[in-house]
């Protein structure tokens, strides 16, 4: 049975003050869930705070990204061993802002995803298909090419422990979310994927859904079969609607 993981992906949102209260709501909340992991992705510069805030709590973290590279002549860049100083139990990999925004390519989203690993955090891979690929019905593919980068370097024995999110990009922060079916069908349509190479594996992969869910839609979506969780952005900067995502899936 795959225990559900809610996870909050702040962004770029947040300053010290309005964390501090953010982090106590939630940790103050998290009894009333325990059926489900909770994890909340901060900023770099506020990861000692999260850590301070979430020690010996249920609450696990995490980074929103993180370097290739374990070390060296990367300015503005955090590695995974620093990631790892402050308890960072995920690491976010190839989130579609960073991939549109940023430029980040398959493989470098697969690197970065082995520098997580190769440091004990748990890589959480972003995958999903812009609006026009949707439209062209190329969304399997898109999906598939995105996991095989990662299939290719990291192979199927690394998805027993990491977490996958499909996010369809014409979905986030766009309060237009997937119905559920849609969902169920691309996160089917992953695990079958993952089971042609591995059925144990497959059954242990959690696959989250991310886009515009918030608590009054996370209840049809987390009931289905193979969404194991939710990557919340704009809905897990509020304690009381993350929290709310996360009793729906109780
Ligand atoms: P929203 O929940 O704001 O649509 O963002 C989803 C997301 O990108 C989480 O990583």
Known sequence: MRRKLVAGNW??????????GLLQGIRDGAAGVSAVELAVFSPFVYLAQVQQQLHGSA????????SEHASGAYTGEVAGPMLKDFGCAYAIVGHSERRTLYGESDQAVANKFAAARKVGIKPILCVGETLEEREKGITESVVERQLKAVLDLEGIGA??????????VWAIGTGKTATSAQAQDVHAFIRAKLAALDAKVAGQTRILYGGSMKAANAGELLAMADIDGGLIGGASLEAKEFLAIAKAGC
């Open 11 to 20: 962004k770029m949102n947040g300053s010290a003050e309005s964390i501090r």
């Open 59 to 66: 609450v696990a973290w995490g980074a929103q990204t993180l």
């Open 159 to 168: 998805f027993g422990e990491a977490v996958i999110a499909y996010e369809p």
